[in-house]
Structure formats: C-alpha cells, structure tokens
C-alpha cells in the first residue's frame, strides 16, 4: 500500500463518476435505517443501543449474518415515503461523491411478500428518483432483481420491471445465494422475456460459484454484464471469451474483501481481470454494510495497486462507457472526466 499522491486523490474525488453496481437496500445509512425502524415500531439488531449499537451489526462474519441484517434493514421499508426518502438519501451521499449517474438494484419481492403493494414500491421509487434529479443532480436508473433462491419471484419480478420501463427501470438482476438448489435455466425464459421487453440482462455470478455460474449466466441468461463475476479468472477460456466479447465485469472489492470471496485487498484479483484484458469497473455494492464508498474503492485500489492517473481516469470512463445512457449522455460524462485533466 502507497501513499496516495495529493493530486491523485483530488481527482478522484473531483472526478464525475457513474456507478453501475449498488443496491438500493444496501445503501440505506444506519441513521435512516434507525429513523425508520423507529417510525414504524420495528427492532432493528443492536439498535436498543442507540446508532452505535446498530452500527456495531454493520459487521458480520459469513454471507448469511450479512443476508440477515439486510433483510432486518428492508423490513423498515413500509410505505411509499419510505422508498422515496432512502432514495433521496442514496443520492445525496452519489452527489457528495460526484457520482452524476447510478444504476442501481432493487429487490421488490421482498417488499412485496411483507405486504407492500407494488403501486406503493413503484410510486415511491419514482417519486424518489425525481427528488434525487431535482435536490442532488443524480440520475438514477433501476435494475429490478429476483433473488435466485425464491423462484416464484421471477414471474411478478419480470412483470413489474416491464411495467416501470416508463420510470427509469432498465435492467433484470439475479442475486442470492449462487450455491442454490435450482440451475439458472430455469430462469432463460423469464430472463429471454425481459430482454424481448427491451430490458437488459444484469446478474451477479462468479462472485461465490466459479467460472461454471458465469457460462450459465451467458447462457442460460444472456448476461450483458456480470455482477463480480470475479472469479473468471479460473478458467482462461472463460477469460478469452469475456474479453473477446466485451462482457463487461462489475467489480466491488470491499464487498468481496467483507464476504471472504478473497482475503483482503492486496490479493484481490482486480489487477489480474485488468492485465487481462477485461471490461472492468469499480463499485461498492452495499456502500455502509461494508464500510465503504464508490470514491473510497477508487482511494483504496490506487494506494494498494499504485495505480497512476491514466489508471484511474480509464476506470472512471469504462463504468460510463459500460452503462445505458443513451450516447449523447455518456459522451458529456467523458468530456467532463477528461476536462479535469486538461484533456478536453
Ligand atoms: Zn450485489
């Protein structure tokens, strides 16, 4: 690990960012999750202790305990002020980043299934979003996303995601536990249906099944983009086909260091995907839960892989260019980057 150099951490932080790997009920900030736990009379781990009790749980050992509060979190998601006011939260801490565009991940069955009409998770998702437009400058579009273990999800996932087309949804996601009991091809056809339906195939594999979850999701899925899918790595044709295609990767490593999918930061593989010759960019999943910000993973992979400002200024450009803004969008974000470096 290196010292950052004054310049270099200043154009991280300056630089106009997108993001395009983030979940919406991961982003929620221990303060809002206590103030809405208290509104509706829900128990939140550690919380009779005040914030830093409950901070104290923003630390666990395995992907289970980290499931659990992060489903304890979401029952505190009730009514449509609920949606529209961690959403306005999320772009406030984009917009003190400048993150200026994220997509990001919304899990609405498990709303759903607790009893919150999908009218209700719609509108309060898109009054949200507009607030964060108007209040903080961020643009935000939504990727719907069924967790691969709870299969009956799949069908009102897909429905409701065609349905918010309208409001900003432009992506179908699949996370969960990767290990689960049902095989991805029993989701080509939910999956085949949403593309037909104009929306983009976006799901999280090779994060804890290897290269073997990845080929299934290209597939079975046709993955557009794959969430982590860091562990790519362990099989070379796997690589060459990712990188001849262009498959873009959406790397988290705080999030892989907190859920040992890799030991720790130095040993992270993310130079390796680089040195290969693949579509990378940079993104902090559950910001909170893992301690962590889209500027801070910029921060900490400078220092621990000594990364120049080329290097950061092509990781920064790759998450627009990998995005779904429309073109037009994408090239004002690219000029904006490179004019921090009198680039032009
Ligand atoms: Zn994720």
């Not at 609405?108 to 979003?129: F, I, K, N, Q, S």
Request: glycine share 8%; net charge negative.
């Amino acid at each position: 690990m290196t010292t950052l150099a004054p310049e270099l951490e200043a154009l991280i932080r300056q630089l106009p960012k997108a993001e395009l790997h983030l979940h919406l009920e991961g982003s929620i900030q221990p303060e809002m999750a206590l103030s809405l736990a208290r509104k509706h009379g829900i128990s939140l781990p550690g919380a009779a202790e005040g914030i830093e009790g409950l901070r104290r749980h923003y630390r666990f050992a395995s992907f289970e305990q980290f499931l659990t509060l992060y489903l304890a979190i979401s029952q505190c998601l009730v009514d449509a002020g609920d949606f529209t006011a961690i959403t306005v939260d999320l772009a406030r801490v984009l917009a003190a980043q400048n993150v200026r565009y994220a997509e990001v991940t919304i899990t609405p069955m498990t709303h759903v299934e607790r009893g919150v009409p999908e009218a209700v998770l719609l509108e309060g998702l898109a009054e949200g979003r507009a607030r964060a437009h108007r209040a903080h400058g961020v643009e935000l579009a939504w990727v719907l996303d069924i967790m691969r273990d709870r299969t009956e999800h799949a069908e009102p996932t897909l429905e409701l995601a065609l349905r918010g087309r309208e409001q900003g949804v432009i992506g179908l996601g699949l996370s969960g536990q990767e290990q689960a009991r049902w095989p991805l091809e029993f989701f080509a056809s939910i999956f085949s249906r949403a593309r037909e339906g104009g929306l983009h195939s976006l799901p999280h594999a090779g994060e804890f099944r290897g290269p073997e979850g990845i080929w299934e999701s290209l597939r079975w899925l046709g993955a557009e983009r794959l969430g982590h899918g860091v562990r790519c790595l362990e099989d070379p044709a796997l690589v060459e086909y990712l990188a001849e295609h262009q498959i873009p990767l959406e790397v988290c490593p705080s999030s892989n260091v907190a859920l040992h999918v890799c030991p720790g930061l130095e040993q992270h593989p993310l130079p390796k995907l680089m040195e290969a010759g693949l579509s990378v960019s940079l993104a902090s999943d559950d910001p909170p839960l893992f301690s962590t910000s889209l500027t801070d993973e910029y921060l900490r992979c400078a220092a621990t892989f000594g990364w120049s400002v080329e290097t950061v200024l092509s990781l920064a450009a790759a998450a627009v260019e990998h995005s779904f803004l429309p073109e037009s969008r994408k090239r004002e974000l690219l000029t904006a980057q490179r004019s921090l470096v009198g680039g032009g």
